[in-house]
């Protein structure tokens, strides 16, 4: 189904209703740890549910509305009720807080939050500046909400579920169609101001449908996805290709190292994204019997820090090679090789890689990663409320992804780092994944993250943060003797701060902002 153009659902929520009629008694849902499992039919009966109360309830529909939960059953459910209702749903980042979440809610000025108890506090503390707001919709604490949020109607999500189940797609202003305007998702701001990316059914869809084939998905794998839902990976990378294919999502609430051997293994999970972050978690932890006893076929990540070969014999599974290439503004460009590290254009993406004064650099030369999509609806529509940010990423009439790729002779693609994560050292541009990839191959390392440090001789130098092993400590000169062995003289570390974790963004990205601060 999800690999025919012309089965192609218009929108998201007339994709989910065809995989529902069609898939119907498969099990689709189930919260680990709980166990809790729903039905394809039955997941679409609750999306329903929540759509026919969202729109007698708040009678006239805003054109935004807001979530920020953590993972379940019901937020994932809310992301498709608004795909059959009309309103666009703004994807807010569960851990933003102060400005950043201020301005993630007030810029589509949305009416109306979908929320818990969890985030009141949060909510609170910026209260003030969400001049639109005038409706919360919590899943628990409702009595707690009336007391901090006098001003505000406060409604209880369980009591707004209707008990029509029939189905709804379309808008009150008329039906949507694949290049109507599905979500508003965040980038990470790791690097700078988060922004709104505005996404396209279309843009969803066919993200998905061009993973199935390089990711070998069918009906029959089982997807782990302990992610947070407000991101691009989990809502389309994991989720969205497994509900086309109709096999079963494995939902969780946070990743946890200790619980993923035993849930992979109890829940037979055939395949996952992997972030870079969590390969490393694993590979640091002491071996368990689990690990070796499971169900697990493949997994993916870009980049991949931890040695494959090494990787794929002790956990008994095949790590995909990076070679793939996503972005929640860029879209879905490049898809990875089964065992090879290079990745495949997409056709429809064009792929240029540019010097600093956008000129097309050689073959095998690393430099900015620009896109142009050959349809349209493929990329982000623009960053919501930022015209300036838009046209400036769109510039000379190509999307500018901020990141250094290559692309080699025979047209595969190679992904390097962000544009911002590259650090001047003595008139040498240094990716820090690099200095990271060397770091991590210390045996008492478990995580690491750089950054550029201001240098005394007027340029940049590196500055290592790392997170040691338990009863692992390590000291600057040891590091650079290490990195001596492992790396250009330019790119050892001259600073290191050791730390008891790396701050981390839910999606696992170092928050490379925050480590500058200490």
Known sequence: MANNNARQPGTLGELLHRCATEYADRPFLTIAPTNETWTYAEFEQLTNRIA????????????????????SAWYLASTYALKKLGPIEVSINRTFRGVSLARTISVTKTPVL?????????????????????TLIVTDGADQARLLFTHLNIMEFES????????????????????????????????????GCVLSHKYAIRTAMNLIAPFRVTGDDVVYSPYP???????????????????????????????????????????LMMLGSVQQLLWAAPKRSEESDHCLSRCWATPAPVPKDEFDRRFKTHLIPGGGYGSTDGGWVVVPQWDHPGGLILPEFEVSI??????????????????????????????????????????????????????DADGLFYFICRKAERIRVKGEMVSGFEVEEGILTHPNIEDCAVIGAPSPLGEE?????????????????????????????????AQLSVLDAIPRTPTGKAEKGKLATL
């Open 461 to 493: 130098e590196i500055k290592a943060f790392v997170v040691c092993k338990p009863g692992k400590s390590i000291a600057i000169k040891t590091l650079q003797n290490h990195c001596h062995e492992k790396m250009a003289k330019h790119m050892i570390p």
């Open 354 to 407: 540019v010097d600093d004064n956008d000129n097309p650099v050689p073959a095998g030369t690393a430099g900015e990663m620009l896109i142009r999509p050959r349809e349209p609806g493929i990329i982000s529509d623009e960053y919501f409320g930022m015209p300036e940010e838009t046209l400036k990423s769109r510039r000379n009439l190509w999307f500018h992804t901020g990141d250094v790729a290559k692309v």
């Open 52 to 71: 026919h109360g969202l729109n007698e309830t708040l009678g006239k529909l805003p054109a935004y509305i807001a979530i920020m939960l953590e993972n």
């Open 229 to 271: 839902l407000s991101h691009i990976g989990p809502a389309y990378y994991d989720i969205l290709p497994t509900i086309m294919q109709g096999g079963q999502v494995i939902l969780r609430d946070g990743f946890s190292v200790s619980s993923f051997w035993p849930e992979v293994k109890r829940y037979k999970v055939s395949w």
């Open 160 to 195: 707004m579920l209707s008990d029509d189940i029939s189905h709804m797609t379309g808008d009150s202003e008329g039906e949507a169609d694949e290049l109507s305007t599905a979500s508003i998702m965040f980038t990470s701001g790791t690097t700078g101001v988060s922004k």
């Open 114 to 134: 979908i929320t818990s108890s969890a985030h009141f506090n949060a909510i609170k503390a910026v209260i003030g500046e969400l001049e639109s707001l005038t």
